[in-house]
């Protein structure tokens, strides 16, 4: 069964409505919470690849990736869940687990059951949160992985 059905949220991945790179993000994070998700991307096998700019680089451990300098480029890992789906994870702070989606990747029932799915992992992995807000908005998170229902569901209104 899904988790959301396209119907229902379709609004929420209309890129004309909302922008098209929503904030997925999970907060109150740590260097732990941050290896446990390149902890899961190769135990899971999803194709990714590691940037600083736009040198491609070994994923290295969570410590080494969130210890640049100040005025270095934010490095940055993209994560292929399923060959039509997208996350771009940035490594902006400690605290906060962030990544973009691009929503014109995520139109229909089958690739909204695949980033559910992606959530659900994550939020299982961290047991913590998983919410989507709209593109500069973290105040309203539309929807989100509640962890202990083990299930992506409807926040906003």
């Known amino acids: 069964m ?10 929420f991945f209309d890129p004309a409505l909302t922008g098209s790179l929503p904030d997925v993000r999970i907060p109150n994070a740590s260097v732990e919470d941050w290896q446990a998700v390149l902890d899961l991307v190769a135990e899971r096998r999803w194709k990714c ?19 640049r300098p100040a005025d270095a480029e934010c490095p940055g890992l993209r994560v292929w869940p399923s060959a039509d789906v997208l996350a771009i994870f940035r490594f902006h702070a400690v605290d906060e687990i962030d990544f973009d989606v691009d929503l014109r990747e995520l139109q229909g029932q089958e690739r909204l059951d695949v980033f559910c799915g992606f959530l659900r992992e ?5 047991g913590k949160p998983v919410v989507m807000d709209p593109e500069g908005d973290c105040l309203q998170p539309v929807l989100g992985c509640d962890v202990e229902a083990d299930r992506v569901v409807l926040l906003g209104p």
């Open 2 to 11: 899904a988790d959301l059905l396209w119907d229902d949220v379709r609004c």
């Open 49 to 67: 690849q590691y940037s600083e700019g736009e040198t491609v680089l070994p994923v290295p451990r969570a410590e080494v990736a969130l210890s």
């Open 122 to 126: 994550l939020g299982r992995r961290l």
